[in-house]
């Protein structure tokens, strides 16, 4: 037990401070909203009293898979390579089960070179989650379009982008994902309560949040910067899926109306609470709102499709009970008899 | 008449998708049952149903498993193939063929013809299945042309048909019917024949993937992910099928996981996971598949991540011959992805090594912590080959420096991941989940703390001790067989499946008259016995079977300068498994070059 220190700092339910799940300085463009999506990630992990070595941090490629450096230090993180997080992912996950896998990814890595990985991983239902930092361009090499930019978004420099974009909400949900939420950087209070609920769910969780590139995707043509979001979101209802166990905080729910939140930079955002009547579990009730949204050239956010009932990646292996790394040398591998057995028998 | 025993190539031409595996499978077992050291080629199209197949079945009482020079008797069922494979035969071969076979015929007067209404005696057994039933009709002439022993041919069907009763009977009524339309109707003319043997120790057939497979679970292997590809399919499912009777307990739950990835990125990337999280994965592919995979190898070697890679080569470039066996992914093993990599590399010869390898690969990769290869390849994993048995592990598993308990880890002055405590280049790790050190792994350059880094000294200091970790692997792993003369007149280095065919090139080669040594390189990076038995030898021959003499490259590369002037290469590929006539004429062509 750690000692009660003089000043009172506030604990969480392991008796942890929030500052052993923080991480090294951020080295991201100042203002960046991925650095508001690892304030998050700290917060929902001490707000839910994860043990923080008990979570592992992965990540693939980009500005946005830098970002496990960030945040909880006591964490053992794999920056693997490129679009390929989800595998290595379901490989530690089948030694280690018991683990909670926290992915962390950007549109570059999700829809482009990694989104046959995201696919399969959903369609196996790995237990994880799994943050999309969407901004639609391509920040490490200096603003290239990403497969998430709308029609129309114009870079400062340079051209229009004409090419569809590929909506990770909407392709998730068809897949059957069992957990498809969408988000803002800039909404703090939202995005830790799907956070924090999708760290409580058996399987798969998306969250896709749009996370505006304050270099090279911050004019007011592209449909991911500040001002365009600020305009145009609309959010379903905040998530109120209760985690397993019982949460640090409740998490409240204004239902049915707007609130406005002040960003980081001074500007603000309007996060539409959508009617409390939005049932989680109709798929198409989802899919018809982010196609009205797109319609409408508008963001829908908040947990847009929910389904626990599905089982995940470890039921579907057959393993036995303790994680693979637990079970002893001897008893994976067989003994010397079964050998001598198949030696007698292959001779018979 | 002289009579020919046990020394002459049986060619059967069929169609694939017929049936006609079983029934070749069957004449090899009963052959291999009576003694008769034999020896069975399959080559297959990469085709499900229709095209062409050949099966070569090679008797050889000097041991010679190397497809022979030519075909002694010619089993003719496919029309398609019918005049190539009637035309290629040399004056005084035997053709069985099937003379129900429309427009097909057999008219040549410098062979032995052995006309059998195939098609019809099979109708006579059930008309449905008169196609399945046409090859076992074969192999009934086959053995009562050749003698070979009814009960062995039964206790083969057996075998082939474990459990199915109704198989087996009809296979036994086929063979009968096949034997006595011989008796009846033709005349034996040949001299070929085959005589029982004393086996002195008892040996059974096995394929070398299977062997892998079997070694693999010796290993404790704890993840298979894995995507179907020729000629390695058959590791991933030997693992599989094997997991209920080896690796499952009484409630039915396993202590290793399969998962049949979306592509080879994500099976490299899920063996990788299972070494960073501090279990044993693998994967089982081919070339195309490392191909795929080098993004991943090199993140493996630059992160020091354990993870076993089998690679059952084919022929490339590119698609190449699927089906087809060759030794060409030595070069693209061994330096596998981009920048300056090294990897262990394993090179069984036999099937006993595709077991032993199949086990040791984990204890080498979690030892070095580094990607380890097995390289096998078509014809030593898909063919069937005689083994005496599996010798078990005689050591622990070797899990390597991974520090598991916070006394031990308390007992480190400072901790770095990357840091070569013991100044072997290995360093230790701790594991995701423990609470001990954690790191952020990464493909990105790092300092001996696993902290991101671009300093010079950081990234040279770490390639240097990168280099001598796998350095120091060499004599710890497989040494060469060698198998010398006193005069150390002209020495054969080769690997993997050339062992099968080196003998019989060996014997070619000394007569002519000159003394052949042999060094079966058995491990990449090259063990440093390689070094002195070329060192020791006049001419040194490096054999393998692709175009480039990738081998040979190493060789050159890494031999003292004053030895490289005396190894040659000689590298050939056709497809074939290597017949040792081609070899031993292109090693004599080779030592007259040199000689000039």
Redesign the interface.
Known sequence: MSEKPARAIKLNVLNEPKDSYTGGPSSLCPGCGHDQISNVIITAAWENGI?P??I??MSGIGCSSKT??YYL?????????HG?M???????????K??LYLGVSGDGDSASIGI??L??AIR?NMDMVYIVENNGVYGLTKGQYSATADVGSKKKKGATNETQPIDLCALAINLGCTFVARSFSGSKKQLTSLLKAAMSHKGFALIDVISPCVTFNNNDESMRSYGYVKENEITLHMADYIPHFNPVEEIEVPDGHYRDITLHDGSTIRLETISSEHDPGDAMAALTALHEAENGKKHVTGLLYFDPSKPSLAED?????EP??D?A?E????D?A???A??AE??S | MDHIINDFTINIATANGTGSQSANLILLQSLFDMGVPVSGKNLFPSNISGLPTWYIVRLSDKGYQAPGDRTHIQVLVNPATWDEDLAALEPGSVVIWNSDTKKKTVERDDIISYPVPMSSLARKINPKIAKLVTNIIYVGVLAELLDIDQTCLETAVAKQFKGKATAVELNITALGLGRDYCKEHLTKSDAYTVESRKVEK???F?EGNEAAA?GA????V??L?WYPITPSSSMAEGIINYIP???T?DD????????Q???E?????????????????MTATSGPGISLMQ??IG?AYFAEIPSVFWDVTRVGPSTGLPTRTQQSDIAMLYEGSHGDTQHIVLIPGTVEECFEYG?RAFDYAERFQTPVFGMSDLDLGMNRWA?E??T??DK??D?GKVVREQEIFDAFETFGRYLDVDGDGIPYR??????MD???????GHNPMGV?SEKPEDYYNLMQRLRMKIDNARDELPAPLLREEEECEVGIVFLGSMENSIQEIDDLLEATGMMVSQCRVRALPLHSEVEEFVRRHKTVIVLEINRDGQLYGILRRELPNDLVTKVHSVAYSDGMPPRARIYADRILQTLEEVKQ
Request: net charge positive; hydrophobic share 40%; glycine share 14%.
């Open positions: 043990e070595h008990r592992a941090k496990p450096a230090g006591q964490s053992h993180g794999f920056n693997t390579v390929r989800p595998s290595v992912t379901t490989g530690a996950y089948a030694i280690n018991d683990l046959g990985q696919i399969h196996r292996l057959g393993l036995v009970e693979l790394l079970v040398d008893v994976l591998r067989p010397k079964s050998l001598d198949l030696n292959f001779l | 008892p040996q059974f096995i079997l679970h010796y290993g404790g704890q993840l992910a009777r080896l690796r307990d039915g739950n396993a202590t290793m996981a399969v998962i990835a979306e592509d990125l994500a099976a490299a990337g899920m063996v990788l996971g299972a070494g960073w999280a501090g279990g044993r994965g993004e991943f993140l086990w083994c048995g599996f078990y592990p622990p598993m899990r701790t594991l995701p989940g423990s609470g954690p790191i952020l792994y990464r493909g990105t991101y």
